[in-house]
């Protein structure tokens, strides 16, 4: 079993920045792709960026120039730096993982309980 916890969420202005972190720990003997995904209320829960084990990277549209998704292997971390944050960024963040626990076996997703970010002035 692999367990995320997101941190780094919070109240900000419209222009603002904030850093939201992804620790995975558990039982991991590798991890694939980790992604972003948000959720504002009534809404359903969106991709806003994504970032294989190699490094490559894909932004939703509506992120592309202002958010920078990254990673830590040696550590089972996962970042979303956001920039120039909007009030429609307003949502619950959430982190998910593909995780695979032993050497044989298959890949895994994995969610974490999310973090709420809220830009308002």
């Known amino acids: 079993q692999v367990q995320l916890v997101e941190s780094g969420g919070g109240l900000v202005q419209p222009g603002g920045s904030l850093r939201l972190s992804c620790a995975a720990s558990?039982?991991?003997?590798?991890?694939?792709?980790m992604d972003w995904y948000r959720q504002a209320p009534g809404k359903q829960r969106d991709l806003v960026a994504t970032?294989?084990?190699?490094?490559?990277?894909n932004y939703a549209d509506s992120v592309k120039g202002r958010f920078t998704i990254s990673r830590d292997n040696a550590k089972n971390m996962a970042y979303l730096q956001m920039n120039g944050l909007k009030p429609e960024d307003t949502a619950v963040y959430y982190c998910h993982v593909d995780a695979q626990a032993r050497a044989i076996g298959s890949m895994v997703g994995f969610w974490g309980q999310g973090t709420q970010v809220t830009v308002s002035s």
């Open positions: 970032i294989t084990r190699g490094g490559r990277v």
């Open positions: 558990g039982t991991i003997f590798i991890l694939g792709d």
